[in-house]
């Protein structure tokens, strides 16, 4: 499971723990095992200590923290590698995203009934790009698109091929995808 700033999963979890064979994790990730003739007293209850948690406030979004504004031309394996540097990754210490303003999606695709494949252009170059259960995208990609994304580098037939992995895609007429905030 994974929460959201707010939601503490371990303590909504231990709210519901007569229900759970095990449980563990972090405020912001967890994982559970259940009998399944529990699932259903699991689901109300967990629903019912979450709506205690927020009283009368809404779900807190997810934000989004951008690490920098980059032009394609810009990632290399060098830079991949460098960021890299800074993990481990994980609550404590998030991977670096980054951003591109202004791109133009082409070849777009969904591939495996829900992930978007497609190749972007900015003003400096292009590069592949991936996004995981991103497939709802698919038409706004006719438009200029801000991307907010995580560099990577594969092997691919012996030679290393560069991409991004989307984490989130805007129309580019917004400065910033909107659940975005810059890092100091």
Request: glycine residues 8%; neutral net charge.
């Amino acid at each position: 499971a994974r929460s959201v700033e707010g939601i503490n999963l371990v303590d909504t979890f231990r709210r519901v723990d007569h229900l759970l064979a095990t449980y563990g994790g972090h405020s912001l990730a967890a994982g559970l095992s259940l009998k399944a003739e529990n699932l259903a007293e699991f689901t109300e209850h967990v629903q019912e200590a979450v709506l205690h948690v927020l009283g009368s406030n809404p779900i807190p979004q997810p934000k989004l923290t951008l690490d920098g504004v980059v032009d394609f031309a810009d990632i290399n394996g060098k830079l991949v590698r460098e960021l890299e540097l800074l993990g481990p990754f994980g609550a404590g210490n998030p991977e670096p995203v980054l951003l591109s303003s202004h791109t133009v999606a082409s070849n777009v695709r969904v591939v495996s009934e829900k992930h978007l494949r497609a190749r972007f252009r900015d003003n400096s170059g292009t590069i592949e790009g991936f996004g995981f259960a991103m497939g709802e995208h698919l038409t706004m990609m006719k438009k200029p698109v801000a991307v907010a994304f995580v560099p990577r580098q594969f092997r691919g037939h012996g030679r290393p091929r560069l991409e991004i992995q989307l984490r989130d895609v805007r129309e580019a007429r917004r400065a910033a995808p909107d659940r975005v905030h810059m890092s100091d």
